[in-house]
């Protein structure tokens, strides 16, 4: 499963807490337009999901 990042010129609305970005999240095959999510509520759902999210060395 791939995540998508979406880089936008001007700021959007995050799809979960409508918070304005620059850069939306989403997986692989999902349109970041419609479905993109923040850094924050995308990890958010990614831990409320299960998978584990760690700091790159």
Request: glycine share 8%; proline share 4%.
């Amino acid at each position: 499963m791939k995540i998508i990042c979406k880089a936008y010129p001007d700021e959007v609305k995050c799809g979960s807490c409508n918070w304005r970005t620059t850069r939306l999240f989403c997986f692989e095959g999902q349109d970041p337009d419609e479905i993109g999510m923040c850094g924050e509520c995308f990890a958010e759902f990614l831990a409320e999901e299960g998978y584990e999210i760690s700091k790159s060395k």
